[in-house]
């Protein structure tokens, strides 16, 4: 019972982090807010949930969340899949491990280190 919950632990995380997608869609915000602002004024059947959606990533904060998420899930991800490759070696696992711990301890700074991450996911 226990290697059951295990792997479909593993499962589940498998599909917690899709961090290329959140990157695409900072990438192209302003596609996806024009996209979105056409969609909700032409009055169909998903023009209101355009809408809703437009108005939330309209919001500064749902930018930052989103270029922060990438920043931190970015390793994390990579991690995820370290862990759970079937020719990975416990050792290399636990480099891993202590190369994304470090990376996410660099995280921890000041208000010029988030401010130059959110400069590099703007461009």
Known sequence: MRKFIKSSHCARLAGLFRVDAIR??????????????????????VSTK????????????TLLGLQVAVTVLGPLEILNRRLQSKTETVAGMMECVQVVADELSLLRCDNKCWRDVILMHHD
């Open 24 to 45: 695409a869609l900072v990438t192209q915000y302003r596609e996806v807010l024009d996209t979105l602002e056409e969609i909700a004024g032409s009055k169909n059947t």
């Open 50 to 61: 355009a809408s809703g959606l437009h108005s939330q990533l309209s919001k500064s904060a």
